[in-house]
């Protein structure tokens, strides 16, 4: 296992249209995150998954943004009708259990939004 | 909700001179880590620290957590050029997902 992974690496998109990342975390681990992160600020939490359940959700996250973990393994993250507010670097991390939340990333998703 | 701040937001220093960042949250803490993020690369963990008043040493990196569980700091001792890169701090509540503060950019001049 090489870690946590993302595709794709760079994906750029006309704003109105749909865009879809994926996120194979590491295999042990069954707690997965997505945050996004713009120029100079921290990774912003998104969501995050225990498993195949979705236990918590940003109240920034609009209602354009939709997450799955269906097997409990990877994990996909959908925008709907992009907007350039949305242009950002979207990073998947997983993690093992509660009490141990070291958080591996992956190499993130960089989204441009035109 | 939890909020996490860092300061400060940069600092330049000369090559083995020190360097320290400050993490405070608004809320009690059950853990703190700390990553360090090279310029177009991702997060990357270097510790993670969980009892009021832990101290934990990586050679010449120093991690502390306060008393009250509610701020930390990161101390590098005589800076490297590879030490360039943001740090940040990531506290976790309740919830144990960590929050990440805004990091610090540390800028080594050689």
């Known amino acids: 296992d090489t870690g946590v992974s993302q595709d794709p690496r760079h994906k750029i998109t006309k704003r109105g249209q749909n865009v879809t990342f994926r996120c194979d975390p590491i295999s042990e681990h069954n707690r997965l995150y997505w945050y996004r992160q713009t120029l100079g600020q921290g990774p912003e939490f998104l969501t995050y998954f225990q498993n195949e359940a979705q236990l918590e959700k940003s109240r920034l996250l609009s209602d354009r943004f939709s997450a799955e973990r269906p097997k409990g393994s990877f994990s996909t993250l959908e925008i709907q009708r992009t907007e350039q507010g949305d242009s950002a670097m979207y990073l998947c991390?997983?993690?093992?259990?509660?009490?141990?939340?070291?958080?591996?990333f992956g190499q993130g998703t960089r989204l441009t939004v035109v | 909700g939890q909020q996490v701040m860092q300061i400060p937001q940069y600092q330049h220093v000369q090559e083995g001179e020190d360097f320290t960042t400050y993490c405070n949250s608004s809320t009690t803490l059950s853990n703190i880590q700390w990553y360090k993020q090279r310029p177009g690369g991702h997060p990357v963990f270097l510790i993670q620290?969980?009892?009021?008043?832990e101290v934990k040493k990586q050679k010449r990196l120093t991690f502390q957590f306060g008393e009250a569980k509610k701020n930390s700091s990161l101390h590098i001792t005589a800076t490297q050029t590879t030490d360039v890169g943001t740090y940040f701090c990531?506290?976790?509540?309740?919830?144990?997902?960590?929050?990440f503060g805004r990091g610090t950019s540390l800028i080594v001049h050689p």
């Open positions: 990531a506290g976790s509540g309740g919830s144990y997902i960590p929050t």
């Open positions: 991390a997983s993690s093992m259990d509660k009490a141990n939340t070291e958080a591996f």
């Open positions: 620290l969980v009892k009021s008043g």
